[in-house]
């Protein structure tokens, strides 16, 4: 499995911090989205191609915050 993207909403903190990542292994993709860093909770998605995965993370992202992307 390959993280292509990661995304976070600029807050620190357990109770505020968000992170949306983008994986792919082989022709399936996942939207995880996470909520209060590494011991938070994470919910995943899966999708068939790149462009549904993205929709989702359009609409993630479309949450309050100061999101930026991530390398």
């Known amino acids: 499995m390959e993280r292509r993207k990661h995304w976070w909403n600029g807050t620190w903190g357990r109770l505020a911090r968000r992170d949306v ?3 792919t292994d082989a022709d399936v993709w996942w939207v ?12 995943r998605y899966e999708f068939a191609d790149e462009d ?3 929709n989702c993370v359009s609409g993630l992202l479309a949450q309050p915050g100061n999101w930026r992307e991530l390398r």
Not at 32 to 43: F, I, N
């Open 52 to 54: 549904s995965a993205m």
């Open 21 to 23: 990542y983008v994986f």
């Open 32 to 43: 995880e989205s996470r909520e209060g860093g590494a011991d938070g909770r994470a919910r």
